[in-house]
């Protein structure tokens, strides 16, 4: 069993900034490629971004989102981030991490998280 730790979530005003951050306590966490998804109210889970188990490789989803979110990872501290920036009322929903052990960029994952929510403000 994989258990991942996410954290960071919040209520913030429209333009704002979070940070998200993930943990895989117990596990190798530079064996893993790391993920993050959302789910907005009355809609489909949706891919956000990607990095690999180095961190030289990122990936996102729209390059509205390369801009205003980034991925990263400090293996030394065993966690990964999700820094998203010039937050939209839109953007409104439950952020998951995720986990996938290898060395790849992935975009499924048997790995997840609880969720984490994040709140924007218009």
């Known amino acids: 069993q994989v258990h991942l730790v996410e954290s960071g979530g919040g209520l913030v005003q429209a333009g704002g900034s979070l940070r998200l951050s993930c943990a895989i306590p117990?596990?190798?966490?530079?064996?893993?490629?790391m993920g993050w998804f959302r789910q907005a109210p009355g809609k489909e889970r949706e891919f956000v971004a990607a990095?690999?188990?180095?961190?030289?490789?990122?990936?996102y989803r729209h390059d509205s989102m390369k801009g205003r979110f980034t991925i990263s990872r400090d293996n030394a501290k065993n966690t990964a981030y999700l820094q998203l920036t010039s937050l939209k009322p839109e953007d409104t929903a439950v952020y998951y991490c995720?986990?996938?052990?290898?060395?790849?960029?992935?975009?499924?994952?048997?790995?997840w998280g609880q969720g984490t929510q994040v709140t924007v403000s218009s």
């Open positions: 995720t986990a996938e052990e290898g060395p790849d960029l992935y975009t499924e994952y048997n790995h």
């Open positions: 117990g596990r190798t966490f530079s064996n893993f490629g």
């Open positions: 990095i690999n188990w180095s961190g030289d490789l990122t990936y």
